[in-house]
């Protein structure tokens, strides 16, 4: 049986609204206490049942409803995890950061160097990360470039971190489009014009 089936088995038979105990729920559902107890616990988090008293269950207004829209209880999540989740901390980035946090100036090669362990496409993955710090004010463009290696080169771009907020690397969200800050714990919004 799944872990969704037990649930919905005791949120439909409990719709008359009737208190009925774990005994009496195991009787009439074939089903063991332990089940009994892990589905009504399931209920109760998401606010369809309540224990009126030690052992005995009654389905609540939310409920009641869920029964009269023939709700099917599934497993998985049933609400977004909004907890403050713990970053990565020895990724490509994270070594970009690191790196930018080191030294005053840099250019993207220079981070590349010091961050690249052989992974998938380090420079568009460090050209980028760059540009989404300069869009949240991070990170600033200078004036002038470093000295191309090539005889027409126009150089490379350098730039200095101007935010230094802490040990842990931004992280920049797409669909939201601002920047995590992780040591601030809040989200700086872009600003692509810059």
């Known amino acids: 049986m799944g872990k969704g089936e037990i649930p919905t088995k005791i949120l439909y038979h409990l719709a008359d609204g009737a208190c009925c105990t774990i ?8 089903l ?7 589905g009504a616990c399931s ?3 998401r606010d369809h049942a309540e224990r009126v008293e030690k052992g005995c269950y009654q389905l609540t207004e939310t ?13 998985g999540p049933w609400r977004p995890f909004t907890g403050e989740r713990k970053p990565y901390r020895d990724t490509f980035r994270q070594r970009l950061w690191t790196a930018m946090r080191m030294s005053p100036t840099f250019t993207a090669g220079d981070l590349i160097i010091a961050a690249d362990r052989g992974g998938k496409d380090p ?12 869009w949240a004010g991070y990170v600033a463009e ?14 490379f771009k350098r730039f200095r971190l101007l935010r230094d907020s802490g040990p842990i690397a931004p992280v920049y969200r797409t669909t939201l489009g601002v920047v995590h800050d992780f040591n601030t714990r809040e989200d700086v919004t872009c600003d692509k014009s810059r």
């Open 43 to 45: 209920l109760i988090f």
């Open 23 to 30: 005994d009496e729920l195991a009787s009439s559902l074939q």
């Open 123 to 134: 420079v568009d993955n460090a050209n980028l990360y760059i540009r989404h710090l300069k």
């Open 32 to 38: 063991t206490r332990r089940q009994i107890s892990d």
């Open 63 to 75: 409920g009641l409803a869920a029964v009269a829209a023939g709700d099917v209880i599934k497993s």
């Open 142 to 155: 200078l004036p002038v470039r470093q000295r191309g290696t090539r005889l027409r080169s126009n150089g």
